[in-house]
């Protein structure tokens, strides 16, 4: 009897709901049609209208959620952007100078936006791919400025490498002279490489056999002369005369050997030996390269995500050997901050002929090629400072710029241990995705090496603050690449090379 009741009593409370909603008086509805309608006003209080736009609403909010996932997935696996191992962009394996050619193309659109990592914290350790068959942990130092760590970036042979062929290119005298370095220290010191690694070092894509090319390419090299032209007339004639037109090693030790002869026979066997002259040097890392210097620009791409063409318009890299007693005093890498400079990569595509020239560096990654025994530390004097004043800098008579003298007062100093590479952006974000500020936290230097020798190797990746400027020089190294890539052959390097980089 109860339940009856209640059911009556909510028939005639939805009776009187529907009457509200459909703004009918009550009195004008008579009783029979109460009756008949009373199942369809049950039906239709489930589809009615509030019901019908709370689900669409529901399912549109959805349908936008998913679009905007996709976009999102799709815009950070963009086709320069895969985070694989070396070499692995996905490209057809074209010639040298048409496959380039393809990087510009689809790497065009693309450059107009540049990846930052994310740091998270300091401390955070994230998994990169960066060689097929391992990851590397990538650790966050500090956030300001954005520096990550990555131990075993490069394995003990490719530091070997890199180091050797710096060498051969013909390193100069320190140019910091330490003070009570005895005139013995400061001589020259003489190399020495085996006929197996100059061989090694000739030949380019490592296939175990020296092409010509590979030889004519040594030769085109500006600043380095470790095989002087009669060795290279030799050598070129004696591969000349294989029918192969190729040198195997054997070939090559005969046809050395005989090389080194005239002028220079030594008792015993006989060594090429090559003065030490700079203390720093540029290696090329486009087609017709050393394969391990290719292998770690694409495994750079791969690190810091940014369009393959924008790092292959950057600089060379840059060698440098630290000896006892050398240091760097703190600095920006990027000088790219001020209106009245023009940034010295990009000049070539603009008017701006009366400005001073500077090197715009979006980002470093510096190389340790080899561990110190003691002192040569990368030191961050203000990184995650609070605040950053030029003035505080120098106080109380400490320079935190000095890093001859103040090299444990920073904030962070890292000690070098070989195949590790540090990676920080010397410059903020714009807010737009582009390249922002100089960010003032990213100041370093690098302590005195107190024993043992230091080898780094620097490689920054160029970006004009200017956007529009930034496009217009990549549109015109294209243009010049694609009319010159019919006429010469491939191991000619990048056309880069024509273009002035200067240091800071
Ligand atoms: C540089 C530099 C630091 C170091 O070469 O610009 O800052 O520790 N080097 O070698
Ligand atoms: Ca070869
Ligand atoms: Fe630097």
Known sequence: ???????????????????????????????????????????????????????????????????????????????????????????????????????????????????????????????????????HEMRTLSLKPLLFEVPGFLSEEECRVVVQLAQLKGLMESRTTAPGRGPEESSQPLLS??????????????????????????????????????????????????????????????????????????????RSHFKQRNKHTRLHQGPGSHHVLQTLRNRLISL?????????LSEPLQVIRYEHGDFGDAHHDSGASRSETTCAHSRLAGNSSALTEVSCRYLTVLFYLSSVEEGGETTFPVADNRTYEEQALVQDGVDLTDTQQTCDRGNMRIKPAAGTALLWYNHLSDGRGWMGELDEYSL?????????????????????????????????????????????????????????????
């Open 193 to 270: 490489f085996s006929t197996e690694e100059v061989f090694s070092l000739l030949d380019l894509n490592q296939d175990g056999l020296l092409q010509k090319q590979e030889i004519v390419s040594h030769s085109r090299s500006r600043d380095g002369t470790w095989l002087n032209p009669d060795n290279l007339r030799h050598i070129l004639s004696g591969l000349e005369a294989r029918p192969t037109g190729l040198l195997t090693l054997d070939d090559f030790r005969h046809v050395y050997d005989q090389s080194q002869r005239p002028g220079q026979q030594r008792s015993g066997k006989p």
């Open 304 to 312: 810091t995500r940014l369009p393959s063409s924008l790092v292959e």
């Open 1 to 135: 009897m109860e339940e009856e009741a209640q059911e009556d009593l909510m028939e005639e409370e939805e009776e009187e709901e529907e009457h509200d909603e459909d703004n009918v008086p009550s009195s004008a509805l008579k009783a029979p049609f109460r009756a008949s309608t009373r199942m369809q006003i049950q039906r239709s209080n489930v589809c009615s209208r509030a019901y019908f736009v709370v689900v669409m609403v529901f399912f549109h909010v959805y349908i936008v959620n998913v679009i905007g996932l996709l976009l999102y997935v799709h815009y950070n696996n963009g086709p320069g952007d895969v985070v694989s191992g070396d070499g692995a962009k996905p490209e057809v394996s074209t010639s040298g100078a048409s496959r380039e050619e393809l990087h510009m193309e689809e790497d065009y659109s693309q450059s107009f936006s540049l990846p930052r990592i994310e740091g998270i914290r300091v401390g955070h350790v994230q998994q990169v791919s960066l060689v097929p068959d391992r990851t």
């Open 444 to 504: 370093h230097g690098d302590c005195p090496v107190s024993r043992g020798m230091k080898w780094t190797a620097n490689s920054w990746v160029n970006v004009d603050p200017d956007h529009q400027q930034q496009a217009r020089y990549q549109r015109q190294v294209a243009q010049r690449h694609r009319a010159k890539s019919g006429m010469e052959e491939h191991y000619q390097p990048l056309s880069h090379s024509d273009l002035l980089h200067q240091d800071l």
